[in-house]
């Protein structure tokens, strides 16, 4: 059905790798997708200071160094705001503030927490490592720096199966109990601000907060007898995220404002102040009004004219599992952007917004699937639907088809980025 080449596909995923590796947590997520657009002309604004916006103009903005929207101003006319959200965090374990944990004096362990609803043991046996930033006073305000260990420093060992012969019958981790991972002999007690202070490049006691998280050291690669699927960690939702960064800078807009809207904490609620749940956008969307100086009844006008694609990934057909999908609103890996349903409304699609992203899909060339859950199975919940209690438009909910959500190393098919990408440029460019 599309025209896209094997070498635009390869490309997308070539950046798309490179973007997650180097994103362990939603605030290197943010910092890279800050960079990409900085790169691509987008003047950094700071929600702290007086914003001068012009037409024609690209711009973005973040929060608490994790959410960042970004936006690009057509220059002739501003009929309304095209949306496409995303989020940046994907599940994992955030250490405790205190994480030292010492085993009758031998091993060294770290004391942490499940961050989102994670297939816990997923996360057992394999080369763990820890990122996310610390916080200093610096000489006007606090500042944050990243850090990233960037080596395998930890690991959640399996009990051997001489000790549990019922390994293999289904086990229930208890987070507090099983999950500490192992990260060395009890002499490198006391080392752990140390070590993020040499990864900051600032002294331990400089430290005054944190927000360090375990990810998985797995690199991003290619699968399948013709590499026809791609394999990595936090493809939910950083593969939404890179296809709407992709597109948002490579299309000029023409009447409508293209807007991107990577959201933090989607995993956990959304409730926070960088969340889908926050003033975030409504504010951003506010303070575009006051710099074109727009009038009220001119941004009321603009926003009911207004679409938001809400993108986060989906469910595909379980090879071993298919029961598990609707019989027939169910989707694969490579088959195209998955329109997810909800008659409950927990996804926003509807009739009206359904038909404005099949045209999209229509006129970008790409194939679309669809998707509703088993009726008897209650399924997730995204963006979409939290955002519209904020700023109300039209809004379909749609995903990338994806294996193994929530689990340490998921696989989604190799063609679908493309397409999603193909899809969003021809939804920028309206
Ligand atoms: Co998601």
Partial sequence: MSNINNQTMDSYIEGLFAFIDSSPTSFHAAANVGQALEEAGFQRLYETKPWQIESGKKYFVDRNDSAVIAFSIPKKEQKGFHIVAAHSDSPCFKLKELPELSVEEHYLKWNVEKYGGMILSTWLDRPLSAAGRVVVKGPDRMMTKLVNIDRSVA????????????????????????????????????GYLALLAKEAGVQA???????????????????????????????????????????????????YISMLAVFDNE?????????????????????????????????????????????????????????????????????????????????ATDAYSAAVMKDICREAGVPYQTYANRSDIAGGSTLGNILMAQVSM??????????????????????????LIRALSVFYSR
């Fill in 205 to 255: 006691e400089e430290i005054l907060g944190q927000d360090i998280f375990l990810y998985n050291k797995d690199r991003c690669s290619r699968l399948g007898l013709a590499e026809e699927y791609i394999c990595g960690p936090r493809l939910d939702d950083l593969e939404c995220v890179y296809g709407g960064m992709k597109a948002l800078m490579q299309e000029e807009p023409e009447s």
């Fill in 155 to 190: 690991v959640i060992p399996n009990v051997a199966i001489h000790m549990n012969r019922d390994m293999n019958k289904g086990i229930e981790y208890n987070p507090q109990t099983d999950m500490p991972p192992l990260v060395g002999s009890a002499d490198g007690r006391g």
């Fill in 267 to 347: 995993e956990v609620g959304s409730g926070t102040k960088q969340g889908a749940d926050s003033t975030f956008l409504r504010d951003v969307l506010s303070r575009i009004r006051s710099g074109l100086q727009l009038t009220e009844e001119t941004y009321q006008c603009m926003l009911a004219e207004s679409f938001l694609i809400s993108a986060d990934n989906a469910h595909a057909v379980h090879p071993n599992h298919p029961e598990k999908t609707d019989s027939v609103n169910k989707s694969w890996l490579n088959e195209g952007i998955v329109i997810k349903y909800h008659g409950s409304q927990r996804y």
């Fill in 394 to 419: 039209p809004t379909v909910d749609i995903g990338l088809p994806q294996l193994a959500m929530h689990s340490a190393l998921e696989t989604a098919g190799a063609k679908d980025l493309a397409y």
